[in-house]
């Protein structure tokens, strides 16, 4: 199976689209699953694009509401995940998953699916430390705090991934995992993005809580983006037990724009029999029953169970009878229905509105799913008993919040559960991101270097966390008849000829041969390593400069990233 990722997609879906039909004429392949890693910006209306946690300058319509309203529809099945640019409003609605248009399918919060046999999850979001052991209490409209708290990501979610005891095909985030990029060409990272050289030196660059992911479910792939880099790397796994050790291939992919590496193709193992459609993973759904009780829409901090003698349950792992039950809940059916229905008037070029006001409202497909299971809404829980509590206790200014998108760090003042936080020692700027407090200094002939293009992750809080859960996994039950989930010796290399593309700049047509599209493997592009040495290069993530020092400090004017015309990469 040939699958499209997709780095951050900020709403240019008829641009990819027409790549990757570009691509599957020019190379004679057909596309089976698009995947995209966040910022997707599933704008329906002028009222969506409020919720969106960027200047109103940067609120532009781009083209997904032509395939919410049906003027279009996606030509290959697409899922995603959310980044920190979202229409969240619209997002909330659907926190366990659901189709945001017909073929455009949404995790949820966080997920897992199953497509021709292969186990696709993710988590949306970006790890921010003061919001990790919230709760999602944030409710339409936002203020200026809960405007971005909304996207970041919780304990609650992680927990429930790490419930998960069968093997994990491919993963996504948006943030990477803290410390991957000690697995591949850290040095071609940092001739490509210089300001990122403190948070690596320093090891705070990454998302702690996708680091512990990363070591307990171990998946063949998985796919970020945030940086607006290319990166590749090769992970290998401790063994656990008597288990050979595991792989991971990671890729992170740049943002939707003319010469960038946005798009590459990567063939995976699918299993021969299995669904051509979209389906449930009753594992996922049995640990969602499990723990729905666990979940509060409050802004109050939340512990998960442990094993300290304080908790009569803290092992909500799905076992073979708990899986059966909801299969049987589906009355056997595990394809996800196709029920999308629109919940808000979409946008009408030929009528603007752009006094439409943020709207929020109840989703047909999350009423389904929690009537069949038994699931609680926590978006319906927010709005009833929650939606006053932020504007109560006081959000915070834009200007308090300047952190919250121009740095790469989160504040100290809420630590996590993380054993290090070290989530206030970087100082770097993202020259290139979509920040709230968008009027930066600019001093006279002072110019960012090209290609200092990333969106620095914000918020590494902390060292990796070692939690690690050494349950042993736990076996379906003899009458659950599911495509088995994959091993390690059907892990499939990257396609010799995977595709990365550098898109010229768009004529208003499908590009011909003529436009120079240039294909590079992730070996040409400081991919993956040989799979023969899948460790740590001793050194690699040390510079000869001193953290202070190598680091540039950029000061300009915020330049918007949603032109079509930007600086090549050197």
């Known amino acids: 199976m040939k699958i499209a990722v997709e780095g951050c997609c900020h709403g240019e879906l ?12 020019k190379e004679d392949v057909k596309v089976d699953l698009l995947l995209c890693c966040g910022d997707f910006q599933a704008v329906r209306n002028e009222g969506d694009m409020k919720c969106m946690a960027v200047p109103a300058k940067y609120r532009q319509m781009q083209t997904f509401y032509k395939y919410y309203s049906g003027e279009k529809k996606a030509p290959v099945l697409t899922i995603f995940i959310g980044g920190n640019h979202e229409a969240s409003n619209h997002l909330q609605e659907l926190p366990y998953g659901g ?13 897992v699916v199953r497509y021709k046999g292969v186990r696709i999850g993710g988590l949306s979001g970006i790890f921010k430390s003061h919001d990790y052991r919230k709760g999602h209490y944030e409710f339409p409209p936002y203020n200026p705090e809960t405007l971005r708290s909304v996207y970041h990501v919780r304990n609650s979610d992680v927990f429930k991934l790490k419930q998960i005891r069968m093997p994990m095909d491919v993963f996504m985030t948006h943030d990477w995992p803290r410390g991957i990029y000690h697995y591949g060409s850290t040095d071609e990272l940092l001739r490509k993005k210089r300001f990122l050289r403190e948070e690596v030196e320093s090891s705070t660059l990454g998302s702690p809580a996708a680091a512990d992911l990363l070591q307990h479910l171990q998946p063949s792939y998985w796919f970020s983006a945030h940086l607006h880099v290319k990166f590749a790397a090769l992970m290998q796994h401790e063994a656990k037990g008597n288990t050979s050790p595991k792989t991971t291939k990671f890729l992170s992919l740049d943002k939707c724009l003319p010469y960038r590496d946005f798009l590459q193709i990567v063939e995976v193992a699918d299993r021969p029999g299995s669904s051509e459609q979209l389906e449930y993973d009753p594992e996922w759904l049995a640990i969602l029953k499990a723990t729905d009780h666990l979940q509060k829409p409050s802004p ?15 092992d909500y792992s799905a076992s073979g009878e708990a899986m059966m039950e909801v299969v049987s809940d589906l009355n056997g059916e595990l394809s996800i229905p196709e029920n999308f229905s629109q919940t808000v008037p979409p946008y009408d070029p030929t009528r603007p509105q752009p ?3 943020p709207s929020y409202s109840t989703n047909p497909q999350t009423t389904e799913l929690c009537a069949t299971l038994g699931l609680t809404d926590v978006y319906v829980l927010a709005g009833q008993g929650w939606r006053g509590t932020a504007a109560e206790e006081g959000g915070a200014t834009e200007e308090e919040e300047e952190d919250e998108d121009n740095q790469s760090t989160g504040s100290v003042e809420e630590p996590s559960e993380y054993p290090t936080d070290t989530s206030g020692l970087s100082s770097s700027y993202n020259p290139d991101e979509i920040t709230i407090e968008d009027e930066w200094d600019e001093e006279e002939g002072e110019e960012e270097e090209r290609g200092s293009d990333a969106v620095v992750p914000e918020a590494p809080d902390g060292a990796r966390d070692s939690d690690r859960d050494s349950s042993p996994p736990r076996e379906a039950a003899a009458g659950l008849i599911l495509p088995p989930p994959r091993t390690e010796s059907e892990t499939e290399d990257l396609l010799p000829s995977s595709l990365a593309l550098r898109l010229p700049p768009p004529s208003g047509s499908t590009p011909s041969s003529s436009t120079g ?6 070996e040409e592009e400081g991919g993956a390593p040989p799979a023969r040495v899948p460790k740590r290069c001793s050194g690699e993530a040390k510079g000869t400069q001193s953290p202070s ?11 918007s990233i949603y032109t079509a015309v930007e600086d090549e990469e050197s």
């Open 549 to 559: 020092g190598g680091t540039p400090r950029i000061k300009r004017r915020n330049q």
């Open 517 to 522: 599209l240039s294909q590079t493997s992730s």
């Open 300 to 314: 109050s901090m939340w512990h998960p169970p442990e094993n300290n003698g304080l908790h009569t349950r803290w």
């Open 99 to 111: 189709w945001v248009a017909p073929n455009i399918y949404y995790l949820g919060y966080a997920g």
């Open 14 to 25: 008829d641009k990819i689209y027409e790549t990757i039909g570009y691509l599957e004429r």
């Open 355 to 357: 006094n439409t006001a």
